[in-house]
């Protein structure tokens, strides 16, 4: 994940314990990453330096982190938001939306999400399919006109959700999707099922993409989600 | 009048109070303008006879001082002639004739001596013998050819003869008439303008109570911080509307402390159990051998269940206060019915189960998406945890009217007898259900806040059958496109 290392990043968030792990898989992940714990702090940070993306938690001790967001507008910083958020009300999401932030992620969340979501606000994950008609990933092939998909010149007979399904992996391939990501981004829905569906349906195009003798692509991270092989 | 055609203000309450308040006026007024006809009329008759008294004492002076000579006939015809033209309440009608008054002179032996007036006199002789007659005190005569009775008063004067003087009631009874029509037709006008004043007052009365009751159930279906309309002043429907008011602050106040709570509660929970997740997460991508991997894997599973377990309580705490936050917009029940089906048959199928839908086509229904999502996976999740395999699953849309349907139904199990009363309580599940008790608790919480309802038996075959019935209203204007578009981002 070379083409991080110059994204910077400015990570707002006063609990030191998730503070912490964030500051620790961002860098991970190829981020430049300051932290502040205050509002205070972080407008600080933002009129000293340029920060590609800004992930900002509303809860915060002096300010509420709309306040600071519109603030951090009012300043000039254009760069985009992910607002993290433990209330759970809709209203605050959109209001947080209608105000400037780009994104929202509610507490708790899925690390891998969270990078999956700073990708999506980079536009670095478009790179690929911004104009393409097919994607490759190895020997997998998809073609966007037909709607088909093919591995090492074999057509995949797989049904429409599956062809969207693998394409979002595709689409994100060696990166982690979670099964919350799939539901919203697959099936638009953001719900947190109690039974297993998300896996039946990887289940199923995995065995129709990984047959017997082939090297497997999809692959299962217990607890996180799925990732598909780019090499 | 039928009732489909009457009149709304018929059946309003102004309309009964002022027709009970007219009545109630009209027998008092009425009540007085009789009173009022008697004391006229009294005082007529006392007039009247008070003239007659009088006239009658001259009159018999004359005869008695008059000689008896030809001259006698003539001179008290004259006195008598005279009197008549001072009748009191004449009026001139019938030309000159006079037939108001009779002036009658009976001798000892009661034949008729002198007569003034209209006609000969016989039927008014006639009539005198039939009568008793009291001497000096008036009384009412009935005279054959004449409508109405005269009023009489006799005199005898020293020669022995009678003298009678009788005045037609007629005149009298023109005026008592005339005395009716009017005390009625004012008694029409003041009955009738007393009905519109009670009728326009009580009406801009309850008119109030009408804006406040109005208000309140558009209070009680949506916004909270909306107070009924207060009038200045400091009446009864004032101190109502003071006092709704209040209530709606008592009430605005405990919702947004469960809010508060539900908010600070979920922040509270939500923190460590963001720092725990990532942390585990961590551990789990650096190099971890696999047998390290799997127990932190089923960690986060777990946690994530815990979180789910967690919105769901709150969820359905707010909505059993009414105080579910919900942005409606419009959502087609057919497409996210079978969005979900999507989403949800392979692992039917995967455990044996088929599904069956069957729908009219697109039914738009104004809701909070998210939620209603949740409520779709709830049911089918229900039927996934619950339903042995090779059971069929069916499910229903349909309208009747202006709410539209959803029936799931299957020919598993059905639900436990010990939890079919109150399955929609919280924490209430079947023996071997391994859910936490909230999914149709949430289902029935959500569906109620939107206005619907929701209903679970088990099917005369065996299996079991729930139904939401949701309201259809006619979608007025959407109200934050936003929270869509965030759940199809």
């Known amino acids: ?231 | 009048m039928s009732s489909k055609t009457a009149n709304p203000v018929m059946h309003s309450a102004a309309w009964r109070i002022s027709l009970w308040a007219t009545l109630a006026f009209a027998i008092g007024t009425m009540i007085a303008f009789a009173m009022l006809h008697r004391f006229v009329a009294n005082d007529i008759q006392r007039r009247s006879d008070a003239w007659l008294s009088g006239e009658v004492e001259v009159l018999g002076d004359v005869a008695a001082r008059t000689p008896k000579d030809r001259l006698y006939g003539r001179v008290v015809g004259e006195v008598a002639e005279l009197a008549s033209k001072e009748v009191p309440n004449k009026l001139r009608s019938d030309g000159d004739a006079n037939d108001s008054v009779f002036f009658l002179q009976v001798g000892d032996d009661g034949a008729l001596k002198l007569w003034v007036g209209a006609g000969d006199g016989t039927p008014n002789l006639a009539a005198i013998r039939e009568s008793k007659v009291i001497p000096d005190v008036p009384y009412d005569l009935r005279v054959k050819g004449f409508k109405k009775p005269f009023r009489v008063v006799s005199l005898r004067i020293e020669d022995g003869s009678h003298i009678y003087l009788g005045l037609s009631e007629r005149d009298e009874m023109r005026v008592l008439k005339s005395l009716r029509v009017r005390l009625l037709s004012l008694w029409a006008l003041i009955v009738l303008f007393g009905f519109a004043i009670v009728f326009y007052a009580t009406r801009r009365m309850l008119g109030y109570v009408r804006e406040i009751t109005e208000a309140a159930s558009r209070i009680g279906q949506s916004d909270l911080s909306t107070r009924v309309p207060t009038n200045k002043r400091n009446d009864e429907i004032g101190h109502l509307a003071l006092t709704l008011n209040r209530m709606l602050d008592r009430i605005e106040s405990s919702v947004h402390q469960l809010h508060t709570i539900t908010d600070s509660l979920a922040h509270d929970l939500r923190s460590p159990l963001t720092a725990i997740r990532g942390k585990l997460e961590i551990a789990l991508s650096s190099d971890v051998k696999v047998e390290q991997s799997e127990p932190i894997g089923s960690a986060i599973d777990e946690l994530d269940r815990l979180t789910e377990f967690l919105n769901s309580s709150l969820d359905v705490a707010e909505a059993k206060a009414d105080a579910l936050k919900l942005s409606r917009t419009e959502v087609d029940l057919d497409h996210l019915v079978r969005s979900m089906i999507d989403l949800y048959e392979p692992c039917m199928s995967d455990k044996g189960l088929r599904v069956q839908m069957h729908s009219a086509g697109s039914l738009t229904v104004l809701a909070d998406a998210a939620l209603l999502h949740r409520v779709i996976a709830n049911l089918l999740d229900n039927e996934l945890k619950h339903l042995p395999a090779s059971c069929n699953v069916w499910i229903n849309l349909g309208t009747s009217g202006n709410t539209a349907t959803l029936t799931v139904e299957d020919d598993g199990p059905g639900f436990a007898p010990e939890i079919v009363s109150h399955m929609f309580e919280q924490r209430v599940k079947g023996i071997d259900s391994k859910g936490h008790g909230l999914g149709l608790a949430f289902v029935e919480a959500v569906v109620r806040a939107h206005g619907g309802s929701v209903t679970g038996s088990n099917r005369p075959g065996g299996g079991a059958q729930l139904s939401i019935h949701w309201p259809r209203e006619q979608p007025k204007k959407v109200v934050t496109p936003h929270s869509f578009a965030l759940v199809n981002r």
């Not at chain 1, 507008?73 to 105000?99: H, T």
């Not at chain 1, 990933?137 to 599956?162: M, T, W, Y």
Request: proline letters at 3%; one cysteine or more.
């Open chain 1, 1 to 231: 994940m070379t083409y991080h290392h110059s994204m910077r990043l400015l990570l707002v968030e006063d609990e030191l314990e998730i503070q912490g792990f964030l500051k620790q898989s961002l860098s991970d992940a190829g981020y430049k990453v300051d932290s502040a714990r205050d509002g205070k702090t972080a407008l600080q940070f933002a009129a000293g330096k340029r920060y590609d993306v800004l992930v900002v938690d509303l809860g915060l001790p002096d300010q509420d982190g709309i306040d600071l967001i519109l603030q951090l507008r009012r300043s000039g910083v254009s760069s985009p938001v992910l607002i993290l958020s433990a209330r759970r009300s809709v209203d605050d999401r959109v209001k947080g939306l209608e105000q400037g932030g780009d994104d929202y992620l509610t507490k708790p969340f899925a690390l891998a999400e969270l990078l999956a979501r700073l990708r999506n606000l980079l536009r670095r994950n478009l790179a690929a399919s911004e104009d393409a008609t097919r994607l490759r990933v190895l020997d997998l092939e998809l073609d966007f006109i037909k709607r088909r998909a093919s591995r090492a010149g074999e057509v995949l007979n797989l049904s429409p959700q599956e062809f969207v399904l693998l394409e979002y992996l595709c689409r994100h391939a060696g990166r982690v999707v979670t099964r919350s990501m799939l539901l919203s981004e697959v099936w638009g829905t953001r719900i947190q099922p109690d039974t297993n569906v998300v896996d039946v349906h990887i289940y199923r195009l995995r065995g129709k993409v990984d047959t017997e003798g082939r090297e497997p692509l999809i692959k299962t991270l217990r607890g996180i989600g799925y990732v598909l092989k780019d090499g």
